[in-house]
């Protein structure tokens, strides 16, 4: 598995989090260790980047090709042909997000790691990826250079493979800089058993590390909404981590779920829904980073409802969970897991949480978009 | 978290409410005006903690309950002009208007931005000299400052496609037309902590001599919101009806100067209609004369129809404190967050949107931890 060295993994993050916008690709030093701007003889996407023409061939031959060089890539057909053998596991997902350069990483890597993250959720150890771009017209080609940067840092780390692809270009207005979508499958492990049919009550609910992080980061660099923070995304692949994790636990780990949208109320509220369970969390036992939490409290937004990228529930039985714990610190991905709470057999479908003062509410799903608050 | 951790000790928590059991002897109502305050009450989980003979009702604080449904029609009506941009705090946006929300209008294409700063909304102005960009100034006396900061700065700089849509409501005019209401149970109030921040205590002592109810100006954290109730009960029990200032850490009695002479620079008083409540006289802030370039009410002809309050909502019962959320017969079944009634199921700050997110029938029940 080709790894990326850690000092170019830091000056990438570094290169992220740069407002430099201005200065040129060629004076940022930490994209000379990885992936070098090839020279281009266009500075923006145009439609005719879309249109399967000559310049779409240009931007695939001297940009993504390149890249995200593989021997399944290299066949450039209409699709990839490979062997799999086990039971599999096949997901997909789209990237809209804005802004799309954010502290700690970028839409590209997002990309990637989410559907590891989701094919990891199942239980998979994911392989192949396709990539499909739909891009604004008008966008730079320093912006896509460095998504592609992002993907490529995303690849390398997981070990998965981009094997297919698209890439098409919409007129300016009918899109928002870039889209990504991409699909994964991943070959299920043989001791995984991920299903909400097997949470019982007595199972603990244990959160792999410190809560909302990636909403927060992204809403720290919104329009309007700058200020001051050290929050960084915690966009990561949770596919080694969770490979981990079942190795050692298998049927014993028996719900995974990395709480994006929505946030961990949303994951918790869907469990108790589908298997008529209360899930009953302590807030006191939440990981939760200081600066996170006052930027939730400042911004009047409920972190149980914020997303999260690198982050994972797992539901494991009660008898592996301590030991699930002192497995996941022991990684990068779950150096701040909690067990929070537990499924019961009271509250049928109900999330409730123990207030940090000893009182208890519901937990609701989350209404339509969260909005700031007036005061 | 300095300032706010201490404020959750759970320890005091508990030596609060072991206080509050002790000293209760008879039954009292208390109204908390701010929608915080009933949020954070409802949220931690505070209201299951009081004595039996405590109830705790729920007021008029919250701005986007008490925006009447015209001023809505009004917002939306300028988002939907051509060359219009309209600025808003975000929790405006989801509010019924009486054909549709702002969130509405702007999934039909009206350019609606949300923003947490009416200066942002002139910077944005500055940066679209082609349009016009207009504020909702919507807000108890809390927001009042910035947004009447916005206009101070939009002159000076010579922004001049730059508005506010004003909907300021006030509280001290709010807790008399309360205590005026012949069917009043209200016995104490806890005042809005943030709105005296900035206002001072001064109003309160004629309401508190006028109508001998204990004033307690009040935080929003769990041990700000018991220590209001133990100080208000403890008046309450000996008979006193003084003003008294829990949240002395943000509140002096003088209150903020400079953000006062502001309001005052580019607000006149005026008399304003609430939500399930009806016209209040001189219950409002609008853009004085000085600055009426800045007003959008005189800059656009705003030319809509009056329009109704949902007959099937009882907001103005639940801000009165007559009835609670769950005395509804639409509460939780006809009028959820997700398609309200009324505008106390749509912000967080909503009394009826916090029953109906927080509280359950279960809660007694056996809980693990």
Redesign the interface.
Known sequence: MPLITNTAQILLKKTFLSDEKNIPLSEKSSFQLSCPMPKFDFDVITMGHGSGGLLTHRLLQSGVFDVLKNELLDQQHDGASFELTGRTAFSADSYVISPIFFPGGNIGELAVNGTVNDLSMCGAAPKYLSLSFIIEEGFTMEAFWQVLTGVKAAVQKSGVMIVTGDTKVVEKGKGDQIFINTSGIGIIHPKAQIHHNRISAGDQIILSGNLAQHGIAIMSKRQGLEFETDIVSDTNNLNHTIQLLIDALGENVKFLRDPTRGGLASVLNELAEMRKLGFVIDQQLIPMNDQVEGACEMLGLDPLYVANEGLFVAIVAKEVAAKAIEILQKDENGINARIIGEVTETHPGKVMMKSRIGGHRVVGYLTGEQLPRIC | ?KF?SEY???EL??EYVEELHRITTKPWTLMEICG?QTHSL?????L??LPDKITMVHGPGC??CVTSVSVIDEAVYLAEQPNVILCS??????VPGSKKSL?EAKAEGADI?????PL?AV??AKQNPGKEVVFFA???E??APANALSVVQAAHQKVNNYSILASHVLVPPAMEAILSDKQNTIDAFLAAG?VCTIMGMEEYYPVAEKYQIPIVVTGFE?VDLLQGIVMAVRQLEKGEYKVENQYARSVQREGNRMAQETIHKVFEVSDRVWRGIGSIPQSGYEVNDAYRNYNARLKFTIDIPFAEENKDCISGDIMKGLKKPKQCPNFGTRC???HPLGAPMV???GACAAY?????N??E?????
């Open positions: 978290m706010l959750r000790d759970p928590v508990k915080g409802v949220k931690n989980g505070i299951d903690m701005p986007v705090f975000g929790d405006m946006l989801r969130l931005r949300i923003l947490y700063s942002e910077e944005l919507v807000g108890f809390t927001t943030h769990p959820k967050p997700e912000s967080s700050e109906y997110q927080y509280s359950s279960t809660i029940e056996n809980i693990p931890f």
